[in-house]
């Protein structure tokens, strides 16, 4: 069972009452997407923690019986109707496991009361929604008003929003209820303050992004203060395809500071004991808008809790940037794994700096007896390469497999005579069918190394190199794959461990061994020069005309730009991968493969 972290203010006798209590618990868990049967069962499993935890409340993650984000399964009546159903189920399973006594908040697929197919709604009118369960019944929900459409967000396609914030009152305080994006924009706040809730509790599916510094806290605090109220975020954890989220859960008292904190990337159930403000009475006229919200009251315990003794509060760290991000790329491929039925992963092993990185990523993520490398040497390949993977394998524990393709490159030739690029790129397409005849044999899930520097630029082998069903490092620039290397094996100095990554494939300069003496440099900017570039044309949309006046040479930004709109057809059929930019290859980043617009020059 996992640790369990309290936060506590002191108890403050007020006349002849008390100030409310409360203990809340925030499950920050793993959803899987459409395993309803499985979600709910979790929910039982933490909802039953936080009851042994003396919790009055616990609150569970967006969408948390179905998975998020669900993506067009949310047009399908029959998903809607399962979760209907499993929500229902779950009402009477957790009276049934003696836990009706518990105020269970949770996320799930709902749809609208007047659900209608018309132009301009999602099929089926869905609804984003989050359900307050008691005592074996449902006794409100609320649907999410606010509907991101931006970044990696499709929420218009798929909801139709609410219009009503729902407020329970739990032991003589009121809280009230918001969904992920709601925190965001204007209207539950102000609704909860209009209210006079003493709570208002978050519930998110919100993903990982590399340096969004402490936006979450800064948010919190503010609306916090905007509701004059307390605040508690509850966060997904876990991988779904190409997002990443990372927890984060916490909780701030009405002023904006921070009670309790829960770590990232890691499952945890967060309890903090809250004196909160009593409700008052008579609420809102339920026909009252505030930011166009109505208000709702449940009362599902109005008797105040005499005082107890609270836990002392307890703050997760947060992680340094590199940190955040391999712990990131680690989750993600971990629960791609898991998630998808596979157990062990293969990849082929150059040697170099990428395809190193992402076996030990491997190993961290799902143990190194399941991870196998295959070293595919040619007639180019250096002996320092071959050195290297093997003192790998050696360091990390992973299945090592040599199978020279060079009898193979020459039974090809004799047949079709190809030479030059032509004759290059066949030797990465050789290896990769051989990978993909051991994963048909084995079941191993094929791992492409390819980073994004290479993706954006097209400098891959389509249906070679860029083979695979994931690419943990799709998302992470060359320049950040050394810095992740050099973080990995610090780490493991710190702790007393052998670093994983031999020296020597941190400091060789990057080669595709395609042809004699081959660099990345022959063909590619230096990729310092090329990352900066990159990351001002594809994070940012800038133009060639803004970087030539931010003193970039003309001649290397119109050959990037060049590189990066010819390979758009070959991101497309790259493997998913995790993301942790603001502006990934695939969700983030849309444009299309036949389009004729060139940037103007200066």
Not at 152 to 178: C, K, L, N, W
Not at 253 to 258: E, M, N, R, Y
Not at 431 to 455: D, I, P
Request: a negative charge.
């Amino acid at each position: 069972m996992p640790e369990i972290d309290t936060a506590c203010e002191h108890v403050v006798a007020v006349y002849a009452g008390y100030v409310p209590q409360l203990r809340l618990a925030l499950a920050q868990v793993d959803a899987t997407v459409g395993d309803l049967a499985g979600n709910s069962e979790r929910v039982v499993t933490w909802s039953r923690r936080a009851a042994e935890a003396g919790a009055h409340v616990v609150a569970f993650p967006e969408m948390m019986l179905t998975g998020y984000p669900i993506e067009d399964l949310a047009l399908r009546a029959s998903f809607v109707d399962a979760s209907r159903r499993t929500l229902a189920d779950l009402a009477a399973r957790l009276k049934a496991e003696q836990l009706g006594d518990l105020v269970v908040v949770v996320g799930y697929l709902d749809r609208a009361e007047s659900a209608a197919d018309r132009l301009g709604v999602p099929k089926g009118s869905p609804h984003n929604a989050a359900a307050v369960i008691t005592a074996g019944e449902v006794v409100t929900t609320y649907a999410k008003h606010h509907l991101p459409n931006y970044g990696v967000f499709d929420e218009f396609r798929y909801f139709v929003p609410g219009d009503t914030t729902s407020v329970v009152q739990v032991h003589g305080t009121d809280i009230a209820i918001a969904i992920c994006e709601d925190l965001w924009q204007d209207g539950p706040s102000q609704a909860a303050y209009n209210a006079e809730a003493g709570l208002l509790l978050v519930i998110n599916g919100s993903p990982y992004e590399r340096r969004k510094d402490d936006v979450r806290l800064e948010m919190c605090a503010r609306r916090a203060r905007e509701g004059a109220c307390a605040l508690a975020y509850v966060n997904l954890v876990g991988g779904q395809d190409e997002l990443v989220f990372d927890g984060d859960s916490l909780v701030v008292d009405a002023t904006g500071t921070l009670l309790a904190r829960a770590a990232q990337f890691e499952e945890q159930l967060l309890v903090s004991d809250l004196d909160l403000p009593a409700a008052t009475a008579p609420m809102p006229d339920e026909s009252s808008e505030f930011s166009g919200l109505r208000v709702r009251r449940t009362v599902v315990s109005s008797q105040l809790l005499e005082p107890y003794a609270g836990r002392p509060a307890v703050l997760a760290r947060r992680l340094d940037d590199l940190a955040e991000v391999y712990c990131a790329v680690t989750l993600g491929l971990r629960d791609y794994v898991g998630k998808n039925g596979f157990r062990s992963v293969l990849l082929g092993l150059s040697g170099g700096i990428d395809s190193t990185l992402v076996a030990v990523i491997a190993c961290d993520a799902i143990g190194a007896h399941n991870v196998h490398g295959v070293s595919n040497p040619s007639v180019w390949s250096s002996d320092h390469s071959r050195i290297d993977a093997a003192e790998l394998a050696r360091r990390t524990g992973l299945h090592l497999e040599s199978i020279p393709i060079a009898p193979l490159v020459a039974a090809f030739l004799a047949a079709v005579r190809v030479d030059g690029i032509a004759e290059e790129n066949l030797q990465a397409r050789i290896r990769a069918v051989v990978w993909m005849a051991l994963s048909n044999q084995y079941g191993h899930l094929v791992l492409a190394c390819g980073n994004k520097s290479e993706l954006a630029t097209g400098y891959s082998t389509i249906y070679g190199d860029a083979v695979g069903g994931f690419a943990p490092i799709k998302d992470v620039p060359k320049t950040l794959v050394w810095q992740l290397a050099c973080w990995r094996n610090a780490e493991a100095k710190r702790r007393g461990e052998t670093p994983p990554i031999p020296d020597g494939v941190i400091a060789k300069p990057p080669s595709a061994e395609l042809r004699p003496g081959q660099l990345d440099s022959d063909s590619l900017p230096s990729y310092d020069l090329l990352d900066d570039v990159l990351d001002d044309y594809v994070e940012h949309d800038r133009s060639i005309i803004d970087l030539v006046a931010d003193g970039f040479d003309p001649a290397v930004v119109e050959r990037v730009l060049r590189l990066v709109d010819a390979a758009e057809y070959k991101r497309r059929q790259y493997p998913p991968g995790p993301k942790i930019s603001a502006r990934n290859f695939g969700r983030d980043r849309r444009l299309p493969i036949t389009n004729a617009w060139r940037e103007p020059h200066p």
